[in-house]
């Protein structure tokens, strides 16, 4: 294990910024004994919420910055003008070598922008993938690409397959992950034209395993452990995803509440149903690491509760740990 691993945190990005993104730091340094943060943002404003709990004084700081990216902001006007910002110093502490990973729930834009134009590619990267951890019937399955590349090419989605064994194999302990590339068939010839090029180019990748294409309905099977797609395509399936696991959530509450005899049964089997429901629930494993990049930047949810905060830090001490970046620089070599 690291002795010392430094997370930078965009306190001032998202939605519940600054009180969620700082309760999530100061339960990451509260449950490992070798992660240290650095709170990025208006001085007074996370002081006070700092102020708030208890916790070992020297794993957390606080560096202050002047501004603030907001969502709706073209991003790359808004790397290049605010350059005090809690993004842009943060991306800037990792790029210098002062942080080995940034966590931010800000500007997905931005995030995208800063990420390659500050921290800067691994050589040899054609395109770094978003690529969230999405959870299945027998675990959780990574997801490349949600966001980054709209207008991929096959090449990038080799590398995307790549990269993502590497991650799913050293992070997440999968010997052998499984890789499939989404298609509208399990047919080879089935697919539009980036899917037809690509399919024949991941099977002759001797580095992956590769099992052939997946339809979006067999993804919650978890039958496959490397999910490959662009951009487009795989933040569809995202978006869609959390939309629909919401909605199921909120249908079986309210089927539980419909009668005496319902509400009965709800709390005998409350304990088990919320269990199973935490294993479904996203916010569980962190945040979407921007892969390929010479440092680690993970994306958050906009509205990431203090759980998931604390979920995408301790993501990025395994991260650096398992030292993803030297394998995926080797794979590449």
Do not use: W
Not at 88 to 107: C, F, L, P, Q
Not at 196 to 219: H, M, Q, W
Not at 301 to 325: D, L, P, W, Y
């Amino acid at each position: 294990m690291k002795d010392k691993i430094i997370v930078a945190v965009d306190a001032m990005g998202g939605d519940n910024a600054p009180a969620e993104i700082v309760k999530g730091a100061v339960l990451a340094v509260n449950s490992s004994d070798n992660i240290y943060v650095v709170l990025l943002g208006n001085e007074e404003a996370v002081g006070s919420e700092l102020a708030k709990y208890t916790y070992n004084k020297e794993k957390i700081s606080v560096k202050n910055t002047t501004e603030v990216i907001e969502t709706g902001e073209p991003p790359v006007m808004a790397i290049k003008k605010k350059k005090d910002s809690s993004l842009v110093a943060g991306m800037h502490m990792v790029k210098e070598g002062n942080a080995d990973a940034i966590v931010s729930a800000g500007s997905s834009g931005a995030i995208l922008v800063g990420g390659q134009v500050i921290v800067g590619r691994i050589k040899g990267v054609e395109r770094p993938p978003l690529a969230p951890l999405i959870p299945t019937l027998k675990g959780v399955s990574l997801l490349v690409d949600c966001g980054a590349n709209v207008d991929a090419r096959a090449s990038h989605l080799v590398q995307f397959a790549r990269m993502g064994s590497i991650y799913m194999e050293h992070v997440m302990g999968v010997k052998n992950p499984k890789v499939a590339i989404v298609n509208i068939g399990v047919e080879e010839e089935k697919g539009n034209q980036l899917v037809k090029e690509t399919y024949p180019l991941l099977k002759n990748c001797a580095d992956i395993n590769f099992v052939g294409s997946i339809e979006a309905r067999d993804i919650p099977n978890g039958d496959v452990d490397v999910i490959v797609c662009e951009a487009f395509v795989g933040n569809v399936i995202l978006k869609l995803y959390e939309g629909v696991g919401a909605a199921l959530i909120q249908k079986v509450k309210q089927g539980m509440m419909t009668s005496f005899r319902s509400k009965i049964g709800a709390l005998l089997v409350k304990p088990a149903l919320k269990e199973t429901l935490k294993s479904f629930d996203a916010s569980e494993y962190g945040g979407a690491p921007l892969i390929g990049l010479n440092g680690l930047v993970v994306k958050t949810h906009g509205n990431s509760s203090s759980k998931e905060v604390c979920a995408a830090i301790r993501q990025c001490a395994t991260f650096m740990e398992q030292e993803i970046n030297e394998k995926i620089k080797e794979m590449l070599n």
